[in-house]
């Protein structure tokens, strides 16, 4: 399930301006590339808020700037004024672009240590399965990997489970499929680990690792927009990892997304979030049962 829609014309850039005229100047940052701002920034908040539910606060002039001025340059506009009238005017590909260029990818191997010791206690209580995951920040791929590595180590090669790997950014979600990554990316993961889940690259592919088939044949990756009521599961899960996203959504949409999540979890089924996520204010949904481990009611 993606973001876009039919493919549309490539848009037509406009014409610079002639040679001698004055070039518009940026309400914050001299020197810049593309005129900047305040009312681009507030349409960008506005735009970014209702395709993904992510909350731009004011401090985020400069990261925006950045990102989208790549898309600028790629779509051969020369102002942020006419690159969103003409992104607001369509509903194709560039959409996708503009939610990926506005989303973050912080992540890693077994991030967040406890969850997947949490993970482990919870399998050993009920090893003959079937368990139904699902990690809806998927990213790169380190995150689910993680989750699919304590599952074949607590259950064995043939542990019955299915996991779904999600993400609202379709470039880390294409990484995360292949499951290549540097050595160096790696270096927090046991020899152990090294050995048995991936595969080393030689000659032209030396200093990269692949996942190893048995590893990542158990994952569906799936583009999947949280604030969107369109989910397309059809089994409830066992296990939810939403960790590190409901801080980029305000109070409301937080509410809601937790209102679909305890829709898809199984009746005691469990949510992981990110440590500096807290939903006391959801108590009817979930009850707290471990360090940002809560249980669905």
Not at 12 to 17: E, G, I, L, Q, Y
Not at 88 to 99: I, Y
Not at 179 to 192: A, F, H, I, M, N
Request: proline share 5%.
């Amino acid at each position: 399930m993606s973001l876009t829609a039919s493919p549309t014309a490539a848009p037509r850039r406009p014409a610079r301006p002639a040679a001698g005229a004055v070039a518009p100047v940026a309400e914050s940052g001299e020197g810049r590339e593309f005129a900047w701002t305040h009312q681009d920034f507030a349409r960008v908040q506005s735009l970014i808020y209702q395709r993904a539910g992510i909350s731009l606060h004011d401090g985020k002039h400069a990261m925006v700037y950045s990102r989208l001025s790549r898309r600028l340059r790629d779509t051969g506009y020369d102002s942020f004024h006419e690159y969103l009238s003409w992104l607001e005017g369509h509903d194709g590909p560039e959409w996708q672009e503009f939610v990926n260029a506005l989303t973050t990818n912080l992540t890693a191997f077994f991030r967040e240590q406890h969850h997947f010791e949490i993970l482990a206690s919870l399998l050993r209580m009920r090893s003959a399965g079937p368990w139904n995951i699902w990690c809806n920040a998927a990213s790169t791929g380190e995150e689910p990997y993680s989750i699919a590595m304590t599952v074949l180590e607590t259950l064995g090669n043939n542990a019955s489970f299915k996991l779904m790997a999600s993400d609202i950014d379709s470039r880390v979600l294409a990484t995360a499929a292949r499951g290549v990554y540097r050595l160096d990316g790696l270096k927090g993961l046991s020899q152990e680990r090294l050995q048995r889940f991936f595969l080393r690259g030689k000659g032209s592919n030396a200093g990269l690792a692949r996942v190893r088939p048995e590893l990542r044949k158990p994952i569906e990756f799936l583009s999947v927009n949280l604030i969107r009521d369109d989910w397309p599961f059809r089994e409830p899960f066992d296990v939810v990892f939403c960790r590190n996203v409901m801080i980029y959504f305000d109070g409301p949409t937080q509410r809601r997304v937790l209102e679909r999540i305890h829709r898809v979890l199984k009746p005691g089924g469990m949510l992981f979030v990110g440590h500096a996520e807290n939903f006391s204010d959801s108590r009817d949904l979930f009850a707290l049962r471990g360090k940002t481990v809560y249980e669905r009611i």
